[in-house]
C-alpha cells in the first residue's frame, strides 16, 4: 500500500532559525514528489516538485532534497520568518495512467515565534 | 485569471439536508478532484474527473456524488447530510501531465449539525 509518512507532526521554532521537515514515502512506481505550503484558512499552494533523478530543489528560503534509493525527502527551512508558518503537506506521485495517483502525508503544522 | 474557486466559503445544514459545492477553474485543465481535511488526517480524495462527462471514486466516496458537464466545472453533491461530513473541502485542478501542479482553491467549510 503507498503510504507517506511525515515527521514532525509539528514543530515550533524562533524567528530567524533553521528547520527541516521530513517525508518518507513507499510510493510505487515513483513519479515526482512534491511539498506544498498550506496557510490556516488557505488551499495548498505548490513549493516545489522534485522527479526520481532530481535530488536537490529550491525555491527562495526553501530547499527540498530527495532519496530515491531510501525514499526520504526533506523541506529545509532557513531564517525562518512568521509568515513561514503553515502546514506543510509532501505529495508523492505514482507512475500511473489513471487520473489518480497522488498520495498525501499529514503534514507538519510549523509554527514561527518572534 | 482566477485560478480555482469555491462557492460557498462556508455552510450550515442539518441532517439530513442536501446541498452542492461549486467548483470552477478557469485554467483549461482536465482533471478536476474534490478532498476533504480533517484535523489529523490531511486530505483525503472523495471522487475525480479526468474530463467533461466522466467522474471516478476516490478514498472516501461515500455519502458524496458528482459530476463535471462542463470542463471548466466540477460540482460535489450532498443527497443527505450527515454529521460525520463535516469538514473543509478543496477542490483542484490540473493539467493532464501528472508531473504537472496541482492547483487547489480556497476551500469550503462545511458543518452538518
Redesign the interface.
Known amino acids: 500500500k503507498n503510504q507517506v509518512e511525515q515527521s514532525p507532526q509539528s514543530l515550533i521554532i524562533l524567528e530567524g532559525k533553521n528547520c527541516t521537515l521530513q517525508c518518507n514515502y513507499t510510493v510505487s512506481p515513483f ?2 514528489l ?1 511539498w506544498y505550503k498550506q496557510d490556516t ?6 513549493l516545489t ?1 522534485m ?1 526520481f533523478s532530481e535530488n536537490t530543489k529550491s525555491n527562495g528560503r526553501y530547499t527540498a532534497t530527495l532519496d530515491a534509493d531510501t525514499k526520504q525527502s526533506s523541506l529545509h527551512i532557513t531564517a525562518s520568518q512568521l509568515s513561514d508558518s503553515a502546514s506543510y ?1 509532501c ?1 508523492v ?1 505514482a ?1 500511473k495512467n ?5 498520495n ?4 507538519t503544522s510549523l509554527l514561527v515565534t518572534p | 485569471n482566477a485560478g480555482v474557486t469555491q462557492t460557498p466559503k462556508f455552510r450550515v445544514l442539518k441532517t439530513g439536508q442536501s446541498m452542492t459545492l461549486l467548483c470552477a477553474q478557469d485554467m483549461n485543465h482536465e482533471y478536476m478532484y474534490w478532498y476533504r481535511q480533517d484535523p489529523g488526517m490531511g486530505l483525503r480524495l472523495i471522487h475525480y474527473s479526468v474530463g467533461e462527462g466522466t467522474t471516478a471514486k476516490g478514498e472516501v466516496p461515500d455519502g458524496y456524488n458528482v459530476s463535471r458537464l462542463k470542463k471548466q466545472n466540477f460540482l460535489l453533491g450532498l443527497e443527505s447530510a450527515a454529521p460525520s461530513q463535516t469538514s473543509v473541502y478543496f477542490c483542484a485542478s490540473r493539467r493532464r501531465t501528472i508531473s504537472d501542479t496541482q492547483y487547489f482553491g480556497p476551500g469550503t467549510r462545511l458543518t452538518v449539525l
Open positions: 513519479s515526482n512534491r484558512g488557505r488551499g495548498p499552494v505548490s516538485i522527479t503537506i505529495v506521485s507512475s489513471s487520473g489518480y495517483a497522488l498525501f502525508g499529514k503534514g
